[in-house]
């Protein structure tokens, strides 16, 4: 039944940014593409359930659920563009494999839809992602803080979402400082939407990040490091992006040696 999980509220609020980002940015995004990255998930998502199935026992089949592909696909909506429509549907189809490609256990360690972004830009000529997309307005920012509050708080990734934004903001004032520089330009600096869009839905997916807290804390620390130093001294301007993709495998790190009970959703059987 619809918003029994919270996932339900996380691709209610997704697709609402991506209605709101095209009438009120003026973005470039034909919606036959949105289709295609739908359907590219989708498909993606049932035929690879599928083929587990036919190689599992009956009692231990998966269940295909539409909302983990559909969070991807709004995802990277919201994110990736590129000339070809060939191009994003290369990249959904990268991003939901890489669930059931690059998984230790029973858990995928890249987020899915960080996997296909760095894909489609490494791999492809058309592809980019722009972080200015949002602008700097501030009710952008008071509404994904808002609707990504209610998510955190349902799934208890706050102190991620803290560790990152606390350090990547520590750090972003000491430069400010040693340059002398004003603080609007601080500000100019973290006020950008795509950042609060990564920090409250992307770096904060319960299923691949550290299980235990103490673990979630130091990644997300990590992450906020390398990106600072991705994005102010080698001018990386989607620094964030390839800070997650490169430290993501550090999830399985923390997970032995920081062992906790995994993330699951509901009370049902674990799910891809």
């Not at 700097?136 to 708080?153: H, S, V």
Request: with cysteine.
């Amino acid at each position: 039944m619809l918003f029994k999980d919270i996932r339900d509220y996380q691709i209610l609020f997704l697709f609402l940014f991506l209605v709101l980002g095209i009438g009120t940015r003026d973005w470039t995004l034909r919606p036959e593409w949105i289709a295609v990255i739908i359907a590219s998930c989708l498909s993606t998502q049932w035929l690879f359930v599928s083929g587990w199935s036919l190689i599992e026992t009956n009692n231990n089949q998966q269940i295909i659920n539409i909302r983990s592909p559909l969070i991807t696909a709004l995802g990277l909506c919201l994110l990736l563009r590129a000339d070809r429509w060939t191009t994003i549907a290369f990249a959904a189809v990268v991003a939901i494999a890489s669930k059931f490609v690059f998984k230790v256990g029973d858990k995928h360690f890249f987020n899915p839809a960080n996997f296909g972004i760095i894909s489609a830009l490494a791999l492809t000529p058309d592809a980019w992602v722009s972080p200015g997309q949002w602008g700097e307005d501030w009710w952008y920012g008071l509404l994904f803080a808002g609707t990504g509050g209610l998510i955190l708080k349902r799934v208890g990734r706050w102190d991620t979402t803290a560790a990152f934004l606390g350090a990547y903001a520590t750090l972003e004032a000491i430069r400010n400082l040693w340059l002398g520089w004003t603080w609007d330009v601080y500000w100019h600096r973290l006020t950008s939407g795509s950042l609060l869009l990564f920090a409250l839905f992307m770096v904060t997916d319960p299923r691949s990040i550290p299980n235990a807290s103490i673990g979630r804390v130091v990644w997300a620390v990590c992450i906020a490091i390398l990106t600072f130093i991705l994005r102010n001294y080698f001018y990386v301007p989607t620094a964030v992006f390839w800070a997650l993709f490169a430290l993501a495998p550090l999830t399985v790190l923390f997970d032995t040696f920081c062992p906790a009970p995994r993330f699951a959703w509901g009370s049902g059987r674990v799910e891809e």
